[in-house]
């Protein structure tokens, strides 16, 4: 189990406080992305939204945006939580150095560290 965080040249202990604190926060991250979804799929409000929102393409791509993003971020929300529980969290898939805290803080899901984020978006 990744117990472990860098910061600077310093490691330090990635607590049992810290770990049931990001793991409610990926909880969390799971219920309200499953309650978007169904919010998504499900029907409007009234016939004459439905007919008004069935005009407005726009409003439909943005609709099916979200619902995709938000599919993509359960997944990824959903995975963590699987590392989580196989004890590879907050191991970096790329160089397999331990994920900062403070990266895992904010994005509870990451599964890569900062630098490697940065590598693979600049190859996009």
């Given amino acids: 189990m990744v117990n472990h965080r860098t910061i600077g040249r310093r490691r330090t202990h990635l607590s049992a ?19 978007q979804l169904c919010r998504l799929a499900g029907p409007a409000g009234s016939r004459a939204e439905e007919r008004r929102e069935q005009q ?3 409003q439909i791509e943005v609709r099916v945006q979200l619902a995709a993003s938000a599919r993509m971020v359960l ?10 529980d196989q004890g590879t969290y907050g191991t970096c898939h ?10 895992l803080t904010i994005v509870p899901q ?3 560290c900062a630098r490697c984020q940065q590598v693979k978006e600049a190859v996009r």
């Fill in 56 to 58: 407005a393409a726009a």
């Fill in 17 to 35: 406080e810290d770990l049931a604190a990001l793991r409610e926060n990926l909880h969390e991250q799971r219920l309200f992305r499953r309650e």
């Fill in 75 to 84: 997944a990824d929300v959903e995975e963590a939580l699987r590392r989580m």
């Fill in 94 to 103: 790329l160089c397999r150095q331990v994920i900062a805290l403070d990266r």
């Fill in 110 to 112: 990451a599964r890569y």
